[in-house]
């Protein structure tokens, strides 16, 4: 069984509410850090390796109701995705892989609040699913330069698939 991932995130739009068919605009920022603490140089020296992966992705979605506490629906959304690395004695940040990639996100949300409110709240579960996959030889490399590990070529370009929940609190104007 493959490993399971953490991410944090950030989920902001703008749109239309309470229509037959709701549009938005949608912006999704994403991001983790692995820090390998406490090396040591050659000199004996401290240092922590940094390696930062982040994804930043914009949109239009579209939700239609189904009921009072269901909504259905999907985003378009164009990801800008990053993997840099850095040593905390050398703050100067180093792109390891990068990438541009469209992903559909459908999703689905349940209605926590009243639909009356001017602050409601909801939660979505989505999935992201990506049209191609990322090259990501050189993050490899970097980690381990011997390849002592034995990865495949079809494991240094993976898809990144992701799937949530998220709490969307609704400000009505």
Known sequence: M???????????????????????????????????????????????????????????????????????????????????????????????????IISIKPFFDINLGSGESRVTTSLRFFANLPFKTMDIKNVYTKLDPEGRTGLKDEDLNPKFTSVGVSLIIHNRM
Do not use: C
């Open 2 to 100: 493959r490993r399971m991932y953490y991410l944090n995130s950030i989920h902001a739009g703008i749109g239309m509410v309470d229509q037959p068919v709701n549009v938005n605009l949608e912006y999704e920022g994403t991001f983790s850090s692995n820090i390998a603490k406490r090396l040591q140089h050659v000199g004996g020296t401290e240092y922590n390796y940094i390696l930062n992966y982040s994804v930043n992705a914009f949109g239009p979605s579209f939700n239609f109701a189904l009921g009072e506490r269901l909504n259905l629906g999907a985003a378009g959304l164009y990801n800008f995705v990053s993997i840099k690395d850095y040593y905390s004695d050398n703050k100067e940040r180093t792109t390891l892989a990068s990438a541009k």
